[in-house]
């Protein structure tokens, strides 16, 4: 008897959960109404069957239950129980089937008047291109992959020379117009999805795959990584937003050409060094760096990196948040470089100063700060170095109480939260595996030995 009452308790809880439950879709951003319709089908069909046969059970145990002086009855075939069985079951099947084959046609069957965008992963970000005003994207080639040319783009296809190459995770797309979502991978699997569009794809490497749809809502949606790509498929994520078509016009205007993207020019160093004097003031004349103005060593660092930190103080996705008090005086410091062109003549001056080592000021245990190290090698280099492949700066070499201190932002939050700072999110969510101060004492002290 209280297992048939736990049986009617499993059926009416199960019922309650789905009707109350906080955990329903996230509203719906395309044209792809037709899959929460199959969906919703199959949790009927399935319901159905869940419902009727555990209620079913709880009957037969009431019923069946042993009485003293009854024996039961064995009946090994019942071919008319049978009959029904398989003809309701094949009802079922094919009512949750049938509805996704009508899906797949409709999903393999792009429009015709659909533009393509095509996005890209890899471990683990996003990155899209548009075709130009041509239409057509230019022929590439993944060994033609390189930091210069991440998409792997053939300079001599005329084709490609007006692709706009959008090098973060944010793509834009314009509402009510379909798209064709071209999808390449340049390592692993990965999964293209957005919640709202209802539809996914699998990115395979060395093959082109493909979704499309017809985005009906504006809205900035996240892109999540739905195949399990590594150590930091969690943090795999970027966004879609959906525009108004002046809006996408607009944005897509700003965006950078491939063959903008090659011309720009390189940065002047012997010009840079007279803008470098506003930052010698706290980073030294070497640039190597001095705690006392909480200035971080900047000599030796990568130019892109230091190019990108520049970029997102003078932009704001740096040193805005209240609690950033250094990295509010960066913010009027960027301001004495005019331009992109004074960014790259300051970070060229950069590049030729001296690599001296950096004092010692933590005293953690490297011991310790080596095991916990083995997630931060996977974008960071084992040897702290740095990979631009991986958006991931230089740390060995770095001042180590600047290290520690941005890990304790990224923590908690000072650091890394401004919507756009798609990499800083990043570490957001990875300098959570740092449980408290010691940890990060620890590996900072192992960043010194690298
Ligand atoms: Cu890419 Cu998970």
Redesign the pocket.
Known sequence: MPFAVVLILLVVGSILFHLLSPWTFTELASNWGMVDFTVDITLYVTGFVFVSVNLFMAYCVIKFRHKKGTRAAYEPENKKLEYWLTGLTAVGVAAMLTPGLFVWAKFVDVPEEAHVVEAV?Q??HWTFRYPGVDGKLGEVDAERITAENPFGIDPEDPNGQDDVVVYNPEGHVPVDRPVKFLLRSKD????FTVAQFRVKMD?VPGMNTFLWLTPTKTGRYELL??????IG??A?RGAVVVDEAKDFDNWLAQQTTFSEHNARPAGNAAIGGAQFAVCAACHGPEGQGNPAMNAPKLAGQSDWYLKRQIMSYKNGLRGTHEKDLFGQQMIGMVATLPDEAAVNNVVAYIETLPDNSSETTKDGDPEHGQKLYTVCAYCHGGDGMGKQALNAPRLAGSSDWYLARQLQNFKSGVRGTHPKDFYGYQMGLLSQTLHDEQAVDDIVAYINTL
Request: proline share 0%.
């Open positions: 992963g471990q683990w692993v699997l990965h999964n990115l990584c739905e195949e399990l790509c590594g498929h969690f795999m």
